[in-house]
């Protein structure tokens, strides 16, 4: 059952078109599918994106979250490390959408203007979401495990590299250890 939402996600106006660098559990359709229902959005098409990577960044699970039990990605600086997700085009009217998505409502956090190149070699203005300062741990948490396997899977989905997904794998069995390189 779809929960009555109000408020800024859904009177927002419609800006001018983004791209939406998505590295998290937004990947995984079938988790964000199951958040759209709840919420009262239609789930976009993120079958128009294209896999890219955002160069010096690395994941820093250091977001604790109620809904996945434990630790949730962000964005961390890391001169030399990528973090690989998918390059979304997004409509002006879905901001309102991602930004309630992506936790920037309710300043969990924050949106950040980003470049990122498809595997293709272009480099694409994008928006990406880390957490806000003010909320993040002190150093990285346990990853929580069912927000781990969205991740795989939404990986898996969107066709990014092997070496990705095994990096996200290796998250798994050093629960919470730094798994770098």
């Known amino acids: 059952m779809a929960l009555p939402v109000f408020g800024k996600a859904h009177e927002a106006p419609a800006g001018p078109g983004f791209v939406w660098f998505v590295y998290g559990s937004s990947l995984d359709g079938e988790a964000f599918s199951a958040w759209a229902r709840e919420h009262g959005y239609d789930t976009p098409d993120l079958g128009r994106g294209r896999p890219a990577r955002l160069a010096g960044f690395r994941l820093a699970f250091d977001v604790v979250s109620r809904h996945w039990g434990g630790a949730v990605a962000s964005l961390a600086e890391a001169p ?26 309710s300043g969990l956090y924050e949106p950040v203007p980003v470049k990122v190149r498809t595997t293709d070699g272009t480099e694409v203005d994008a928006v990406a979401y880390r957490a806000a300062t003010s909320r993040r741990l002190a150093s990285d948490g346990v990853p929580a495990p069912a927000y781990l396997d969205a991740l795989v899977r939404g990986a898996r989905a969107a066709g990014l590299s092997a070496s ?18």
Request: charged share 25%; hydrophobic share 45%; net charge negative.
């Open 164 to 181: 990705w997904i095994a990096r996200l794998e290796a998250f798994r069995g050093d629960a919470g250890a730094d798994v770098r390189g």
């Open 80 to 105: 030399g490390e990528v973090v690989e997700g998918l390059a979304v085009p997004m409509p002006g009217g879905a901001r309102g959408l991602v930004d309630h998505k992506e936790g920037a409502l």
